[in-house]
């Protein structure tokens, strides 16, 4: 449900269609408001750019951020590992915001005046001049910093704490910690939203819960795949394609087999990988007379009976695809699927 706008550093910029609701009701409330929204999500996007660019520092591959109506949020294709690294990610949003307090305090200073400047905080905001607007979208940045460094998840203080309790606790307990914090205030800016009648606040609140336990989720998931070996879970009754095989064929296999996902073989070396993506799309566009050759993958990760079942979650998530070939040496013994992953965590959460 999104729109791309730009690219940045090679990170898509994009705008959720629900943001294009929040422009329409504030349509009516002038032309500064519209101003201050724009501005509002200006220093929004620098704040997720800042973070993706800490983490790809790391090795964390950032392939877009996503403007919302309360917020963004930048898709990283895997958490880091490293409780340090975790750190100076989190910290780098509110920090690039201070930044911009400290050094735009002195050109506001003396573009608007003391009187305006320090107004916003003795008289409140204000948007009757246009230095008023400017001076609102200024101080913003503060906000920005001090809301997400309140120490819960999801925001970014939630994972500093995390990444600080780590070192002490272990990441699954800090993190149970951090998510307890995002709960609890949930709970007080939902309260406070209902008794106010702040529908903004309450969709917040809404959305802090949502996101803590899903943290605790993911973390669990973690957890319990890394107990795993993709050789715990491997099959070795599989099917392989030459790259002369049509569709239609591959059709009257997946109907007759409950494989979806195939390694293409050619000399007795995986040459490919056809998906079952590669597979409707290739149906839908061409239809069933096409041979694999034309469509498969030729470019793909693969697994080793040795990686961690996280490991191969983390693979399939960073490159979006659900099933990896597996291979001892240069030989494929089998499939995983992102099915039979989840397979073993609701297994195991089970019997919890």
């Not at 204000?126 to 609102?136: D, E, P, Q």
């Not at 997946?254 to 494989?259: E, G, K, V, Y």
């Not at 799309?281 to 996280?310: C, K, Q, W, Y």
Request: charged share 15%; no cysteine.
């Amino acid at each position: 449900g999104s729109i791309r706008l730009f690219k940045v550093a090679g990170i898509s910029i994009n705008v959720h269609i629900t943001f294009f609701i929040l422009l329409i009701l504030f349509l009516g409330a002038g032309i500064k408001w519209l101003f201050v929204i724009m501005g509002v999500f200006f220093f929004v996007t620098l704040h997720e750019l800042s973070h993706s660019l800490v983490a790809r520092h790391f090795g964390i591959t950032v392939k877009e951020i996503t403007l919302l109506p309360i917020g963004g949020i930048a898709s990283m294709t895997k958490m880091p590992e490293k409780p340090s690294e975790e750190f100076f990610i989190s910290i780098a949003g509110p920090l690039l915001n201070i930044a911009v307090v400290l050094l735009l305090y002195f050109p506001m200073y003396a573009f608007v005046g003391p009187d305006i400047l320090h107004g916003f905080f003795i008289n409140g905001p204000s948007l009757l001049t246009w230095k008023h607007a400017i001076v609102y979208v200024y101080w913003i940045n503060l906000i920005l910093a001090a809301f997400n460094l309140i120490p819960a998840f999801p925001m970014d203080g939630g994972r500093i704490l995390r990444s600080i309790l780590a070192n002490s606790m272990g990441y699954r307990k800090a993190t149970r910690v951090a998510v307890s914090f995002g709960h609890v205030f949930a709970l007080l800016f939902g309260y406070w939203g209902i008794v106010n009648r702040n529908f903004i606040l309450i969709a917040i609140a809404v959305f802090i819960y949502m996101a803590a336990s899903s943290e605790e989720m993911q973390v669990a998931v973690k957890e319990t795949l890394r107990k795993f070996r993709v050789k715990d879970i491997i099959s070795s009754n599989f099917l392989t394609l030459p790259k002369d095989a049509t569709l239609s064929k591959v059709l009257e296999l997946i109907f007759h087999s409950h494989q979806e996902d195939f390694p293409v073989i050619e000399g007795g070396k995986i040459t490919g990988f056809v998906t079952r993506k590669d597979i409707t799309n290739g149906i839908h566009e061409h239809g069933t007379s096409r041979v694999v050759s034309e469509l498969m993958r030729t470019s793909f990760p693969v697994l080793r009976e040795s990686d961690a079942l996280d490991k191969a979650y983390n693979t399939m998530q960073e490159n979006n695809i659900k099933a990896l070939p597996v291979l001892r040496g240069e030989k494929v013994i089998g499939i995983v699927s992102l099915e039979d992953i989840t397979r073993v965590y609701s297994v195991m959460a089970g019997r919890r």
